[in-house]
């Protein structure tokens, strides 16, 4: 099978750049000596997980998921331990308990009291991470807050260490900023980890993580893993910001040419707002590719700086290089579209095409979406 039997617009996965960035991020994270606990919510697929559990410098064998239905699917392919990184209810925990009672070990996450209470009160209660704030100012609780013993007190027997992410390292453009915010994090994550051990109470699990600060960690002493996730597929945002080389996008979405409007040197693709979000993420950075940026059927900038513009439901309206010498585009042709944001672009679809730098498709493998 190749691309051009594809229907159109569908999602592409080239196995040897995925395999490029795995090795990468594994070796990273491998020289600090923690452990990596890869946050599935961007690839949702066993397939890709085998492959990082697959690399000889990785230390893991556990994931991080952002839905319940995720936890479900890689409970059933054989993952047990599975870090739902989202702020757990009261209403799920029976959901929770009833995959723990099949052999999974699902660790839940709260930076609330009352949700604390209701953790260790139910007959089946799971492992519980407090959530701290690093700086992301998003969820959990500030490290030196008297709300991280109070939580801790609260969870009991089910409390099982702390966890931070540093969502704000997408601000940081240098490695210096980067680097300083991977130092906040750690810190924030070890002084809310040490008051805990002070206290007399468990602490088992440090757990940070993004993909920048995991990359650009100097040190992460007093931590025991980490979590970043966009890592494996790369975007548009993360070569913007150095987490990965333009050449190492492994996602992007096939599309045909549906419209031409030659006077204005724009065409129109059939890939729109659903097959490739509308996540506008480069806008903050030096290179603003609109909704995304066309590629050639191989995956390669053969069209120069062609982006797409506008994103309705299911047409991509593509401003082309005026400084680039191209073909007509003949209604039909194919072309691949580099996404700003890989995790929402996949979140579209139900599988990836996968090939490895070639037009052909060498494996199919499902992913899982939904809540």
């Given amino acids: 099978m190749r691309l051009s039997d594809l229907p159109t617009p569908a999602l592409v996965l080239d196995r040897a750049i995925l395999l490029r960035n795995i090795d990468a991020m594994a070796q990273a994270v491998g020289r600090h000596g ?27 064998g556990a994931i991080a998921v ?23 209810t009261p209403r799920k925990l029976e959901q929770v308990a009833k995959l723990n009672a099949a052999n999974a070990r699902v ?23 407090i959530e701290v704030d690093c700086g992301e100012h998003r969820g959990g609780v500030a490290p030196d807050s008297p709300a991280v013993l109070e939580i801790g007190i609260r969870l009991g027997s089910s409390l099982a260490g702390i966890m931070t992410h540093a969502g704000h390292s997408y601000a940081g453009r240098t490695l210096a900023d980067m680097q300083a915010i991977a130092e906040a994090e750690r810190a924030g994550a070890a002084l809310a980890a040490k008051r805990l051990m002070d206290a ?48 190492d996008m492994a996602v992007t979405v096939l599309a045909s040419v549906i419209g031409r409007r030659p006077a204005e040197r724009r065409i ?10 509308k996540d506008r993420s480069t806008e903050a950075t030096a290179q603003d590719y609109g909704f995304g940026l066309m590629l050639d059927l ?23 290089d005026p400084t680039a010498d191209l ?29 490895e730098g070639s037009d052909e498709v060498v494996a199919i493998w499902p992913r899982v979406n939904g809540w």
């Fill in 200 to 247: 007399g109470l468990p602490c088992p699990i440090v757990s940070v993580g993004s993909s920048p600060t995991a990359l650009h960690a100097e040190r992460l002493e007093d931590i025991t893993e980490t979590r970043p996730g966009v890592y494996m597929f790369g975007d548009l945002f993360q070569a913007e910001i150095g987490t990965i080389r333009p050449e």
């Fill in 107 to 129: 660790i839940t996450v709260t930076d609330d009291l009352e949700t604390a209470s209701a953790i260790s009160a139910h007959p089946r209660p799971p492992r519980t991470l």
């Fill in 66 to 88: 952002s839905t319940l239905a995720e936890a479900e699917y890689f409970a059933g392919h054989g993952v047990a331990d599975i870090l739902y990184a989202v702020g757990i």
């Fill in 298 to 320: 191989l995956g390669r900038r053969s069209f120069g700086t062609s982006i797409i513009r506008r994103a309705n439901q299911e047409h991509g309206v593509v401003e082309l």
């Fill in 268 to 277: 129109v693709v059939d890939a729109g707002a659903l097959a490739l979000s």
């Fill in 327 to 355: 073909p007509e585009f003949p209604i039909g042709d194919l072309v691949r579209i580099a996404p700003n944001h890989a995790c929402l672009t996949s979140a579209a679809h139900d599988r990836y095409f996968v090939v």
């Fill in 34 to 60: 923690v452990a990596l606990r890869p946050h599935m919510k961007t690839a949702k697929s066993i397939d890709v997980a085998r492959l990082i559990f697959a690399n000889p410098h990785a230390k893991t």
